[in-house]
């Protein structure tokens, strides 16, 4: 005679795990071992197989649900055939009425997790190993993909998942062949294909200008819920220099390298000359443009650009510095041209009129093209050491923080030195990891000895 029994979810691993598909419905024939429910951790995507046939009498869970071991699943109206034996020490065992599925096989470990959770509620289960869309037993009943992952979000496990993001695959486009639209990973392999052999990008979008970064979407928060916020709008100078930014950060390949320069000598003089030109700001900068253009004549890959085909260096044998100006609308970089030309006061002019033009928001395209290296400097504000992004097109950036005296070790004990602390940012595609030390340290030479700066 018929036996009304439960099936139960079996010791997985883990508390709270969210059902993401319920495979059958009140009045289904299940054969044994057939698939129930499959759940998603974080981890893996398991199926919990029916522990005997019969028919589906009444099923307990829905998509959303979050189980645990012992939640029952489905009361199935049993073939009168003997449940499957349960593993030892199951829970589900005490329970007169309780039929235990087989021993979960071990999940896969996926080494990232869903890019969309599966929505939440409550309860229990058993690893079947979906992991990767396996095939379903021919009794399953079909499904359809939006009924099993309501929304837009397609099916497909954190296995699959992981093997697209590797691939540069926006999962959102990849059309899946497997149960209930599932997709799997031999749907993922042919769009890879397929748009290799079509010659696009494997993912499409916005994402596309940024050499095909597949990039999460921004993360949608409403902050007034947390408190009271206030909008104000980006400037235009935001907006501009930040897309740039985003865009030289996304595509180059950054390295800092950092050195410290002493300037104790440096600084004297400079101080000298201040007294003597009382008119005029003599800035640490100008000393900083003037090692910068003798360092970019010793290293001449220094002073060049990428052409547009990144195939091709261009290198440059003009010395024009871009200097980044803090504005209160946002950074902008003019550029000092011809600078190898030009002595520290001539700089130091220059360096006035662009920061006050840019201050004033005067200054024009032309005023802003051309430079070669660029120069950030916040030694005015503080801080030690940073990481500058590269002004794309050109190869490398300077970073200088604030000088501070500190004890350093001549030989024979420890001296008061000011130290200049330097951050130089390069692209590793142009620049090499020695050549960028040598650099750096070349500069911090010419910095620590100005009479060099003549040479
Ligand atoms: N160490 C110690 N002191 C320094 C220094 C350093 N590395 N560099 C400058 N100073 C001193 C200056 O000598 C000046 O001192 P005095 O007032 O006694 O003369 C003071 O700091 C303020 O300097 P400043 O910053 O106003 O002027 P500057 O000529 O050194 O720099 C400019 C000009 C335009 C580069 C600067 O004003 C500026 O905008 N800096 C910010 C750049 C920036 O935002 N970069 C970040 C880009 S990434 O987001």
Redesign the pocket.
Known sequence: MADLKEARVPDIGHADVPVIEVLVKAGDRVEKEQSLITLESDKATMEVPAPFAGTVKEVKLKVGDEVSEGAVIALIEADGEAATPAPAADKAESAPEAAKPPAPAPAPAPAETRDKPAPMASQGVQPGNAAEGDAAPSARPPLDASIVMPGDAPYASPAIRAFARELGVDIQQVKGSGRGGRIQRDDVSAYVKHALASGARPTGGASASLGGLNLLPWPKVDFAKFGEIEEKPLSRIQKISGANLARNWAMIPHVTQHEDADITEQEAFRKKLGEENKDL?I???VFQIKAVVAALKQFPQFNASLDESGEKLILKKYFHIG?????PDG?VVPVIRDCDKKGLLELASD?AVI?KK?REKKLGPAEMSGGCFSI??????GGTY?T??VNAPEVAIL?????AMKPVWNGKEFAPRLM?PLSLSYDHRVIDGALAARFASFLATQLGDIRRLLL
């Open positions: 700001k800035s640490p900068l200097i980044a100006v803090d504005t950074l360096l920061s840019a950030s400097s916040l030694g005015g504000i940073f500058p992004i970073g200088v923080s604030k000088s200049l």
